[in-house]
């Protein structure tokens, strides 16, 4: 009972004595301060040092890449490193960049989060690697782009597609963006599509229910009424982002649909796992074949490979496909990309832009003859690049690249490595021309 | 109206399925009062390992069957093997520990995948024979479908059935309703875990194994069906096989019925339907009521 | 009875503690004692002052920034254990409130408010927030209330992936810290440092008062006991409410901050993810005790900038330690100390058996 009767230090003890107290359980306090100490030291580590030195080291030139590396996305990051990594090697090959600099790339993973992105960034930007590529979501690129602005780097966003990162009154003005924006792309597969099959009328839409999807669909729908064909949307179905069981949606368009294919189309505002599980649930309908073309926009590749060789006749809209062209620069891309990964075996869209932004750095490294990244994005804004689809450059006033989007048709084939051969294609100009096509 | 058939149609056919990895989780939640993220993961590795032991080739309908099969062990094996090394040692501890313990075996286990078969996604196809369509009352549908909806009730009932009938199934409720009486009793309690875990393992692996021929097979398949079967259980009851197939259905019905009505709320399908569940029975439909810990 | 207002703290020693024998479950016998709470805010405020401080004199350049985040994250950990270790709720939908507070100050005119205004706004947006969605879920408990605050979190990250002006999954940018007259915090990485070690530590002292008064106390014997509480006159469900309130508030408050340091928004702030990771940080750090999560919380933000970083396996060796955590740790880094003390004085005392049995809990 004696413990009761001691008073414990209150609001009445004078301070000195109740400071002392903060000793007097060391098991508890013991392990606290230590982790506090730890606390300061990881603070100073996790950024390894503040100082910042230039970018370039003697003979090195860093660039730094930043892309989702771990989790479920992870292939889409080790597949964009490995073109990064190709671009590098082919760089050093031919002498390096600025008089004999190697250019060599620092990883950086964003677990697929803005925050773990924009950290990166800074550590990055903060150890002197002020030149910046990479990045796969739109909102990562949002969060990058204006923090190493602020910093004082340069970025290329080189998957990036969303409307605010380019443009004159884009979220950072030293950012560059390589991939096709989302209006691009539309406008192109509308032209393509106006083309393919004039006598349109009804379009259903399948897509994922969020922001951009609707935004994709929409623009796309539109921008083929502005090309000249008569089309309605008939039906359309939004789903959840990480659904993937779509019997309720598949067959009331099954029942919806009457009379021949002719001047139908469906349009699938879906990617990944969500087309594949679609043309999956939707074949033993035979749905798409009641449709006289199907189209998607983006990454549908990845489906189509998945798919194992049955995949039905697609439309999309990217920039690259292996296959599309057979000149010298592609082979040589594509045979140093399968020598790096051989169970990868060929690149595909992200790996082709992280391996054009690499190769347009390096380019503005030598025509600025420096790193500094004022110099650099100076360069960057008056450069090209010819790479295995043709030349790129920037558009000096938005920042948008000049790449040429691929709209091409392709079907599974069991045989091919790809598990996919194109059927048609077209390549289509910033300018909306039709620059090129063949099957 | 017209609809009603479609509407029941995809009710069972999303329902079911559902059904299948919400057993499991509610079986070995009625024993170890654990809400096993890792179900998630196993149900991605059953679908894995169907594919890996088919090659993704379309198969005889008996090879499949014996795929599905031998999946279907592993998975159980596997785990057997988690509740050995990770919940066995958890009893006692608050709920919340061993939610937490299977969000991070859910980690691990996605991770192992990752490293086994990595990440670029890959599809199953379906048995041969089995990907046409049936007409069903003049309505057309998946002929897996049918094949789903039909396995799915077969091992409900059969569940059900041993739970209510069998010793073995006295034993789990028994245990699920009072384990120190149970053992007490002379219960095998450790046996009862063990086999609770091994029959959710299976149900995990045979409803991946089953459902791979839909679905696009890569690692984000472990999260896909995790919050509709949460939200499946949680209408049913904790605990409850029978709340189970309630709450599978329920979701299905309120998607199937969305689709057609408002398909603008998808998105909030399941939370919808737990919503208003949760008003009128905070425990579920077959959940206890009075029996739990009053709160003031 | 105890008769005295809620907000007083207790005096006298706790009783001492009657030790725990093999069988019993899984707390070892220090967490017990350390349960009853011991924080003084004296003893926060001096702490604060000197790792504040200190922390931000030292450090420089980009680390000022990891040191901010670090601090807005421990404040968000320490508001969801009020919840969580402190009343024995665990909600699986704090991240709805640590997104609301961000979104709150995301738009004009709060954007243009002086930066504490509009975070001390956002807090008490997210507290009346809180209260709704106490009273949604006040008839249910354990796994039931965790998955019904995940199924509210997510609807709200849903109704912000689905409205463009909220600007849907690619989030919002080019958000500002407003300026306090002449004093602009966003200037420099030390100036906003600062700011959010202020704003934060008022926020902690707070919580450390009120983690010591009777409303403390009760909250833990809701915890221990619901029912033997309410026996005692405790008004359970007015102390779950409270708790949530004031968890809610401020993670309101460290979302508002954490708005204002990263400039841009998105929704991936509201997943049920990151409510799951600010539930992992207070059990890495420790529960039961007050600091725990804030090391929980440093521990993840080093996870995330730092460790791991580039390996594809990032998520692997995470699932790794959180299970050594839960199997082998279960109060924490916070409560290493004691498990270590618990391991050793015994094996100690059978050495030396003449020695002083010592350890805190006993007569002192």
């Given at each position: 009972m004696t413990g009761l009767n001691r008073r414990r230090?209150?609001?009445?003890?004078?301070a000195r004595r109740r400071l002392r107290?903060?000793?007097?359980h060391p098991w508890r306090t013991v392990p606290l301060l230590i982790a506090a100490v730890a606390l300061v030291a990881a603070a100073c580590g996790s950024s390894g040092g503040g100082s910042a030195s230039g970018s370039s080291t003697g003979g090195v030139v860093k660039l730094g890449f930043i892309s989702t590396?771990?989790?479920?996305?992870a292939q889409i990051g080790d597949d964009m490193l490995d073109g990064a990594k190709v671009a590098v090697a082919q760089v050093n090959a031919a002498?390096?960049?600025?008089?004999?600099k190697k250019l060599q790339l620092v990883v950086k993973d964003d677990q697929l989060t803005p925050a773990t992105g924009a950290a990166a960034a800074r550590t990055l930007v903060g150890s002197g690697t002020k030149l910046i590529f990479g990045m796969l979501d739109s909102s990562i690129c949002l969060a990058v782009a204006p923090v190493v602005q602020s910093l004082g780097g340069v970025t290329i966003g080189t998957t990036c597609s969303s409307d605010?990162?380019?443009?004159?009154?884009?979220?950072?003005?030293?950012y560059f963006s390589l991939a096709i924006s989302n209006t691009a792309s539309c406008a192109a597969t509308a032209k393509v599509i106006a083309q393919e099959y004039p006598k349109l009328t009804s379009i259903d839409v399948f897509g994922y229910d969020y922001i951009t999807g609707h935004e994709i669909a929409t623009q796309c729908v539109n921008d083929m009424k502005t090309d000249g064909l008569h089309v309605t949307v008939h039906k359309s179905y939004f789903v959840p982002l990480?659904?993937?069981?779509?019997t309720a949606q598949i067959t009331a368009l099954q029942h919806s649909l009457s009379g021949p294919a002719t001047g139908r189309a469906l349009f699938l505002a879906t990617y990944g796992a969500g087309t594949t599980a679609f043309l999956k649930q939707a074949a033993p309908y035979h749905l798409t074949q009641q449709y006289q073309t199907v189209i998607t926009n983006g990454g549908y590749v990845s489906s189509g490979e998945a798919l194992n060789g049955s995949a039905p006749a697609v439309w999309d809209a990217y920039e690259y496909f292996p296959t599309v062209v057979s000149n010298s620069r592609n082979s040589a891309f594509v045979k140093q990309y399968e020598a790096l990964k051989p169970a990868d075996k060929f690149p595909n869209d992200w790996s082709y832009e992280a391996y054009m932004g690499a190769l347009m750095y390096a380019k503005a490294i030598t025509a600025a003859k420096s790193t500094d990244p004022a110099a650099v994005a100076a360069a960057l804004a008056k450069i090209s690049v010819t790479g295995p689809l043709g030349a790129v450059r920037f558009n000096?006033?938005?920042?948008?690249?000049?790449?040429p989007t691929l709209v091409f048709q392709t079907t599974g084939d069991a045989g091919s490595p790809m598990k996919l051969k194109i059927l048609k294609y077209d390549l289509v100009s910033p300018?909306?021309?039709?620059?090129s096509s063949g099957s | 109206m017209s609809n009603i058939v479609p509407i029941i149609l995809s009710t069972l056919a999303t329902g079911l399925p559902l059904f299948l990895i919400a057993s499991g989780l509610t079986l070995i939640f009625s024993v170890m009062r654990v809400l096993n993220f890792a179900h998630g993961a196993l149900f991605m590795i059953g679908a894995f390992l169907v594919s890996s032991l088919l090659s993704g080739r379309a198969v005889a309908v008996p090879v499949f069957v014996g795929a599905v099969l031998v999946t279907g062990l592993a998975v159980a094996a596997m785990s057997v093997a988690t509740e050995r090394v990770v919940f066995r040692r958890l009893y006692?501890?608050?709920?919340v520990v061993g939610l937490l313990a299977s969000f991070a075996l859910l980690l691990i286990l996605s991770g192992v995948v990752q490293l086994v078969w990595g990440s670029d996604p890959r599809t199953q196809a379906q048995a041969r024979g089995l990907g046409g369509v049936v007409r069903i009352f003049g309505n057309e549908t998946a002929t897996y479908n049918l094949v789903l909806i039909i396995v799915a009730a077969v091992i409900g009932l059969a569940l059900a059935g041993a739970l209510r009938w069998t010793r073995a199934g006295a034993k789990v409720k028994a245990t699920a309703e009072d384990r120190v009486m149970a053992e007490a009793l002379g219960i095998n309690v450790g046996l009862v875990a063990l086999g609770v875990f091994a029959v959710g393992g299976l149900l995990a692996g045979v409803a991946g194994s089953l459902l791979a021929p839909t679905?696009?097979?890569?690692?984000s398949l472990a999260l896909t069906f995790i919050i509709q079967s949460f939200g499946a259980i949680i209408i049913g009851g904790l605990g409850s096989v029978e709340g189970a197939m309630v709450g599978a259905l329920l979701i299905g019905l309120v998607d199937a019925v969305l689709v057609v009505?408002?398909?603008?709320?998808l998105d909030y399908g399941v939370y919808i339907a737990i919503g208003a569940v949760m008003l009128v029975r905070p425990y579920g439909i077959f959940g206890a009521t009075a029996r739990r810990t009053v709160q003031a | 009875m105890v008769r005295a207002p809620f907000f007083t703290r207790p005096g006298g020693r706790p009783p001492a503690d009657p030790g725990r024998g093999?069988?019993?479950?899984?707390?070892?016998?220090?967490l017990a004692s350390a349960r009853l709470n011991r924080t003084s805010p004296w003893r926060t405020l001096v702490l604060l002052v000197i790792v504040g401080v200190g922390g931000t004199l030292l450090l420089g350049g980009v680390n000022l920034f990891t040191w901010s985040t670090i601090w807005i994250y421990a404040l968000f950990a320490l508001s969801t254990n009020v919840l969580?270790?402190?009343?024995?709720r665990a909600s699986f939908g704090q991240a709805a409130f640590f997104g609301i507070g961000a979104y709150f100050v995301s738009f004009s005119p709060m954007k243009s408010w002086p930066a504490p205004v509009a975070v001390i706004a956002a807090g008490i947006v997210t507290a009346a927030a809180a209260l709704v969605v106490s009273g949604v879920t006040r008839r249910s408990s354990g796994l039931s209330f965790a998955i019904l605050t995940l199924v509210v979190g997510q609807v709200l990250y849903e109704v912000v992936n689905l409205t463009g002006s909220l600007g849907g999954e690619t989030g919002l940018y080019g958000i500002t810290a407003g300026a306090i007259g002449p004093v602009?915090?966003?200037?420099s990485y030390r100036a906003f440092a600062f700011y959010t070690i202020i704003m934060v530590g008022a926020c902690v002292i707070f919580l450390s008062w009120l983690r010591s008064s009777y409303l403390g106390l009760s909250m833990a014997g809701v915890r221990d006991s619901a029912r033997r509480s309410s026996s005692l006159g405790v008004p359970v469900a007015g102390i779950h409410a409270i708790a949530f309130g004031v968890a809610g508030a401020f993670a309101g408050i460290a979302g508002a901050l954490f708005a204002q340091q990263q400039t841009t928004v998105s929704s991936?702030?509201?997943?049920w993810s990151f409510s799951g990771d600010v539930v992992v940080m207070c059990l890495v750090g420790?529960?039961?005790?007050?600091w725990g999560p804030a090391l929980g919380a440093a521990l993840y933000t080093w996870l995330t900038t730092a460790?791991?970083?580039?390996?594809?396996n990032a998520n692997l060796y995470l699932g790794v330690v959180l299970l050594l955590v839960v199997r082998v740790?279960?109060?924490g880094i916070a409560g290493a100390g004691t498990l270590a003390r618990d391991w050793v004085s015994p094996r100690l005392r059978n050495h030396w058996p003449l020695a002083e049995p010592g350890g805190a809990g006993r007569h002192d």
């Amino acid at each position: 009972m004696t413990g009761l009767n001691r008073r414990r230090p209150g609001w009445s003890t004078p301070a000195r004595r109740r400071l002392r107290t903060l000793s007097s359980h060391p098991w508890r306090t013991v392990p606290l301060l230590i982790a506090a100490v730890a606390l300061v030291a990881a603070a100073c580590g996790s950024s390894g040092g503040g100082s910042a030195s230039g970018s370039s080291t003697g003979g090195v030139v860093k660039l730094g890449f930043i892309s989702t590396m771990s989790g479920p996305l992870a292939q889409i990051g080790d597949d964009m490193l490995d073109g990064a990594k190709v671009a590098v090697a082919q760089v050093n090959a031919a002498g390096g960049v600025d008089g004999g600099k190697k250019l060599q790339l620092v990883v950086k993973d964003d677990q697929l989060t803005p925050a773990t992105g924009a950290a990166a960034a800074r550590t990055l930007v903060g150890s002197g690697t002020k030149l910046i590529f990479g990045m796969l979501d739109s909102s990562i690129c949002l969060a990058v782009a204006p923090v190493v602005q602020s910093l004082g780097g340069v970025t290329i966003g080189t998957t990036c597609s969303s409307d605010p990162l380019v443009g004159p009154k884009r979220a950072a003005q030293n950012y560059f963006s390589l991939a096709i924006s989302n209006t691009a792309s539309c406008a192109a597969t509308a032209k393509v599509i106006a083309q393919e099959y004039p006598k349109l009328t009804s379009i259903d839409v399948f897509g994922y229910d969020y922001i951009t999807g609707h935004e994709i669909a929409t623009q796309c729908v539109n921008d083929m009424k502005t090309d000249g064909l008569h089309v309605t949307v008939h039906k359309s179905y939004f789903v959840p982002l990480t659904s993937e069981s779509f019997t309720a949606q598949i067959t009331a368009l099954q029942h919806s649909l009457s009379g021949p294919a002719t001047g139908r189309a469906l349009f699938l505002a879906t990617y990944g796992a969500g087309t594949t599980a679609f043309l999956k649930q939707a074949a033993p309908y035979h749905l798409t074949q009641q449709y006289q073309t199907v189209i998607t926009n983006g990454g549908y590749v990845s489906s189509g490979e998945a798919l194992n060789g049955s995949a039905p006749a697609v439309w999309d809209a990217y920039e690259y496909f292996p296959t599309v062209v057979s000149n010298s620069r592609n082979s040589a891309f594509v045979k140093q990309y399968e020598a790096l990964k051989p169970a990868d075996k060929f690149p595909n869209d992200w790996s082709y832009e992280a391996y054009m932004g690499a190769l347009m750095y390096a380019k503005a490294i030598t025509a600025a003859k420096s790193t500094d990244p004022a110099a650099v994005a100076a360069a960057l804004a008056k450069i090209s690049v010819t790479g295995p689809l043709g030349a790129v450059r920037f558009n000096p006033a938005t920042h948008e690249s000049t790449i040429p989007t691929l709209v091409f048709q392709t079907t599974g084939d069991a045989g091919s490595p790809m598990k996919l051969k194109i059927l048609k294609y077209d390549l289509v100009s910033p300018t909306n021309q039709i620059v090129s096509s063949g099957s | 109206m017209s609809n009603i058939v479609p509407i029941i149609l995809s009710t069972l056919a999303t329902g079911l399925p559902l059904f299948l990895i919400a057993s499991g989780l509610t079986l070995i939640f009625s024993v170890m009062r654990v809400l096993n993220f890792a179900h998630g993961a196993l149900f991605m590795i059953g679908a894995f390992l169907v594919s890996s032991l088919l090659s993704g080739r379309a198969v005889a309908v008996p090879v499949f069957v014996g795929a599905v099969l031998v999946t279907g062990l592993a998975v159980a094996a596997m785990s057997v093997a988690t509740e050995r090394v990770v919940f066995r040692r958890l009893y006692g501890s608050p709920e919340v520990v061993g939610l937490l313990a299977s969000f991070a075996l859910l980690l691990i286990l996605s991770g192992v995948v990752q490293l086994v078969w990595g990440s670029d996604p890959r599809t199953q196809a379906q048995a041969r024979g089995l990907g046409g369509v049936v007409r069903i009352f003049g309505n057309e549908t998946a002929t897996y479908n049918l094949v789903l909806i039909i396995v799915a009730a077969v091992i409900g009932l059969a569940l059900a059935g041993a739970l209510r009938w069998t010793r073995a199934g006295a034993k789990v409720k028994a245990t699920a309703e009072d384990r120190v009486m149970a053992e007490a009793l002379g219960i095998n309690v450790g046996l009862v875990a063990l086999g609770v875990f091994a029959v959710g393992g299976l149900l995990a692996g045979v409803a991946g194994s089953l459902l791979a021929p839909t679905v696009s097979i890569d690692p984000s398949l472990a999260l896909t069906f995790i919050i509709q079967s949460f939200g499946a259980i949680i209408i049913g009851g904790l605990g409850s096989v029978e709340g189970a197939m309630v709450g599978a259905l329920l979701i299905g019905l309120v998607d199937a019925v969305l689709v057609v009505v408002a398909p603008g709320l998808l998105d909030y399908g399941v939370y919808i339907a737990i919503g208003a569940v949760m008003l009128v029975r905070p425990y579920g439909i077959f959940g206890a009521t009075a029996r739990r810990t009053v709160q003031a | 009875m105890v008769r005295a207002p809620f907000f007083t703290r207790p005096g006298g020693r706790p009783p001492a503690d009657p030790g725990r024998g093999p069988g019993d479950p899984v707390l070892p016998a220090g967490l017990a004692s350390a349960r009853l709470n011991r924080t003084s805010p004296w003893r926060t405020l001096v702490l604060l002052v000197i790792v504040g401080v200190g922390g931000t004199l030292l450090l420089g350049g980009v680390n000022l920034f990891t040191w901010s985040t670090i601090w807005i994250y421990a404040l968000f950990a320490l508001s969801t254990n009020v919840l969580f270790g402190w009343t024995g709720r665990a909600s699986f939908g704090q991240a709805a409130f640590f997104g609301i507070g961000a979104y709150f100050v995301s738009f004009s005119p709060m954007k243009s408010w002086p930066a504490p205004v509009a975070v001390i706004a956002a807090g008490i947006v997210t507290a009346a927030a809180a209260l709704v969605v106490s009273g949604v879920t006040r008839r249910s408990s354990g796994l039931s209330f965790a998955i019904l605050t995940l199924v509210v979190g997510q609807v709200l990250y849903e109704v912000v992936n689905l409205t463009g002006s909220l600007g849907g999954e690619t989030g919002l940018y080019g958000i500002t810290a407003g300026a306090i007259g002449p004093v602009n915090v966003a200037t420099s990485y030390r100036a906003f440092a600062f700011y959010t070690i202020i704003m934060v530590g008022a926020c902690v002292i707070f919580l450390s008062w009120l983690r010591s008064s009777y409303l403390g106390l009760s909250m833990a014997g809701v915890r221990d006991s619901a029912r033997r509480s309410s026996s005692l006159g405790v008004p359970v469900a007015g102390i779950h409410a409270i708790a949530f309130g004031v968890a809610g508030a401020f993670a309101g408050i460290a979302g508002a901050l954490f708005a204002q340091q990263q400039t841009t928004v998105s929704s991936s702030l509201l997943n049920w993810s990151f409510s799951g990771d600010v539930v992992v940080m207070c059990l890495v750090g420790g529960m039961y005790s007050f600091w725990g999560p804030a090391l929980g919380a440093a521990l993840y933000t080093w996870l995330t900038t730092a460790g791991f970083a580039g390996s594809a396996n990032a998520n692997l060796y995470l699932g790794v330690v959180l299970l050594l955590v839960v199997r082998v740790f279960p109060g924490g880094i916070a409560g290493a100390g004691t498990l270590a003390r618990d391991w050793v004085s015994p094996r100690l005392r059978n050495h030396w058996p003449l020695a002083e049995p010592g350890g805190a809990g006993r007569h002192d």
